[in-house]
């Protein structure tokens, strides 16, 4: 089963970078370009990890991290914090919120998809079908 990522992204640029990268990795992608609208996409999409612009236009992202870990339907999916505020405790701030990873803006396609492998929870059927993955 393909795994689904929403992202939540107001620059147009970076949007449709993200999700470029991540549809050639395989992932089935959900773009969010109104913070305001992220909480019912995800809904929705019932994504496998979020990646979530701090700095959007009509939203605070920490809060939108803040309701997502508060509802008990999408509180489970993991949430890469991308910022390009990235000042002295700004990635503890954003963890704190409860966001499991962070990168700060300018983003590198490796370290990117390194971060959102590590936060996205195995493919049972892949692991099965390739036990040396395992």
Known sequence: ?????LVVEDNDLNRKLFCDV???GGFAVEPVAEGGEAIERARAFVPNLVIMDIQLQ???GLDLIASL???SNLRDIPV???TAYAGKGDE???RDTGAEGYLSKPVSIGPFMTAVRGLLTPDPAASAANPAHV
């Open 58 to 60: 009509d939203v605070s």
């Open 69 to 71: 870990k508060g509802d």
């Open 80 to 82: 890469l914090a991308v």
């Open 1 to 5: 089963m393909t795994q689904r990522i």
């Open 22 to 24: 991540l549809k050639a």
């Open 92 to 94: 503890e701030r954003i």
